[in-house]
């Protein structure tokens, strides 16, 4: 079992910046693709940011391009998400998972495991 701990979230006023992290244990390896997705209340999930086993590729939502960026250490099984120019639309739940392969995804049925998540508000 693989198990994902999302932490970093919180609340910050419009325009700023937070860093998410995604610490992963268990029976982790570092072959695995992976990605961030966020929900609202009464909004499906939807895709934010990925990247691949090494780093090398890296995707984004149009909506977060520019002002995102996704990264990871593979020596401390960890996945970052920066977050900087926040708006208020980005408030949600944001959610850490681990493709089922070594890609990057945008497609949450590709992604096998999932943290709790943790909450993002941005307010006006």
């Known amino acids: 079992q693989v198990q994902l701990v999302e932490s970093g979230g919180g609340f910050v006023q419009a325009g700023g910046s937070l860093r998410l992290s995604c610490a992963a244990s268990?029976?982790?390896?570092?072959?695995?693709?992976m990605g961030w997705f966020r929900q609202d209340p009464g909004k499906e999930r939807e895709f934010v940011a990925s990247?691949?086993?090494?780093?090398?590729?890296?995707y984004y939502a149009d909506s977060v391009k520019g002002r995102f960026t996704i990264s990871r250490d593979n020596a401390k099984n960890t996945v970052y998400l920066q977050m900087n120019s926040l708006k208020p639309e980005d408030t949600a739940v944001y959610y850490c998972?681990?493709?089922?392969?070594?890609?990057?995804?945008?497609?949450?049925?590709?992604?096998?495991?999932w943290g709790q998540g943790t909450q993002v508000t941005v307010s006006s």
């Open positions: 998972a681990r493709n089922r392969d070594y890609s990057g995804s945008y497609r949450a049925e590709s992604y096998d495991y």
């Open positions: 268990g029976r982790t390896s570092n072959s695995y693709g």
């Open positions: 990247i691949t086993w090494n780093g090398g590729y890296t």
